[in-house]
């Protein structure tokens, strides 16, 4: 239920039960996931069954609230097995399913009764009749589409009731479609974004061939060069638009991200009961770097607006410690202009590489070694990074490595090996070791 003036919960997307745990210790309010069907993330690694209740279990014991995923756009082949699925989550109890189908959702209400309803952005929730529909038929919350301004969320917080939560997106990728429903990847490699299989084609790189002046069309031109022709929109006569072209290409569709960590007060004051992390995909060092910054920033704002102003920089610094692009405030305060897209680029920006997150410890000869599986290489004597939830971070270096039959190794060449570490500093379970990339 909303109230005026408190603070939002934080929202932080889990890939794997492992990112789960990171992002219930790392400062999530709520973790939203998906099962290995029926989820919009068909790449991600997502939940069996077994590890589902395992994640449930484990995140309500910290007072932490999970959110189970339901949201592709179904075809009548999905139906019956959807009705299969949602019978196993209606015994999991999660603290709400997240629906944007409206044939999925009466099914939901059919099967799952005692289990609240969230409205997926993938609806396109974009004006305040909308959200009153679905209250209408039982939703609690309603996700709105990243197209609304702050503005437009006012207004609709304005024209409904105080028990219908509104969800926003305050951190993370942009679609270049309507709100996710773009239909580019199912045209271009038959993988269907609407059910969960998006190549993501708006981050690929495109080239302009050429072709007469007649012909209307734009002989691309390198960046700097005086643009051979331009293209006009038929309905606005007299507006040119050169397209630029560096030696890598051009990226017509790549928007930067989203990133809201200096605009908190404007969301409470628009109206928003949950502030949500995009990221399905991301692995457990993104999670935690992003989870731990807004915690900190909400936690703050709690403080006093002065504390939450003082820390900006040290939420900046924080924020590019894991893998990002370039960043904008989307649609929130008007429609974003070409500055919002990144033109000569698709990759991502890398401070840290993420080694692993201590599972456990072993005693070995009296000495305590700290168990994960790891995920990128590192060797014996490198320096590396102790990140911990609350904030602080230790410098400290590998002195040993053993692998899982207990041998000594002096490299680590692997992804998903476990071993154990000899460490020069403390490191606490769910602590995310990583290096400086």
């Not at 097995?81 to 959702?105: H, I, N």
Request: proline share 4%.
């Amino acid at each position: 239920m909303h109230k005026q003036g408190a603070l939002p919960e934080l929202l932080i997307p889990a890939s794997s039960l492992e990112v789960l745990r990171v992002a219930v210790r790392y400062g999530a309010d709520a973790v939203y996931i998906g099962g290995e069907a029926f989820s919009l993330r068909a790449k991600a690694k997502n939940f069996s069954m077994q590890e589902m209740q395992e994640g449930i279990d484990y995140a309500h014991s910290h007072g932490v609230k999970v959110f189970v995923t339901v949201n592709i756009l179904a075809h009548n082949e999905d139906l019956e097995e959807a009705d299969a699925y949602l019978l196993q989550l209606r015994e999991l109890k999660p603290d709400a399913l997240l629906v944007a189908d409206p044939g999925m959702f009466m099914r939901a209400r059919r099967i799952c009764p005692d289990l609240p309803i969230h409205i997926s952005t993938q609806a396109n929730n974009v004006n305040y009749e909308t959200f009153l529909f679905w209250h209408s038929l039982g939703a609690e919350r309603v996700v709105c589409g990243r197209e609304l301004s702050l503005k437009e969320i006012r207004e609709i917080r304005e024209h409904i009731p105080d028990e219908l939560e509104i969800e926003a997106f305050i951190h993370g990728a942009m679609c270049i479609s309507y709100s996710g429903r773009c239909l580019l990847s199912n045209f271009l490699t038959g993988r269907d974004a609407n059910h969960g299989a998006c190549t993501h084609p708006c981050r690929w790189e495109y080239s302009l061939n050429e072709a007469s002046q007649k012909d209307g069309m734009l002989l691309h031109t390198r960046l700097g060069e005086e643009p051979r022709f331009s293209i006009e929109e038929e309905s606005r006569p007299g507006e040119f638009m050169n397209v630029e072209e560096t030696e890598r290409g051009t990226f017509i569709f790549n928007s930067k991200d989203l990133c809201m960590i200096e605009h908190i007060p404007d969301m409470i004051e628009a109206g928003i009961d949950s502030l949500k992390i995009e990221g399905r995909m991301k692995n457990a060092l993104y999670v935690a770097t992003v989870a731990r910054t807004y915690r900190r920033a909400l936690d703050d704002l709690a403080r006093g607006r002065e504390v939450y102003e003082s820390n900006m920089d040290w939420y900046h610094e924080q924020i590019r410690d894991c893998t990002f692009r370039p960043f904008t405030t989307g649609f929130f305060y008007g429609k974003p202009g070409p500055d919002a897209q990144i033109y000569d680029s698709n990759t991502y920006e890398r401070n840290y590489i993420y080694l692993g997150y201590v599972q456990g410890y072993k005693d070995i000869d009296g000495i305590r070694y700290v168990e994960i599986t790891q995920r990128n290489k590192f060797c014996v004597g490198d320096e590396i990074e102790v990140m911990r939830p609350d904030g602080e971070n230790a410098v400290t270096v590998v002195e040993e490595i053993r692998n899982e039959s207990g041998d000594i190794v002096e490299s680590a060449p692997h992804p998903q090996e476990k071993l154990f570490l000899k460490l020069r500093t403390t490191a606490d379970i769910c602590d995310i070791l990583r290096m400086q990339g």
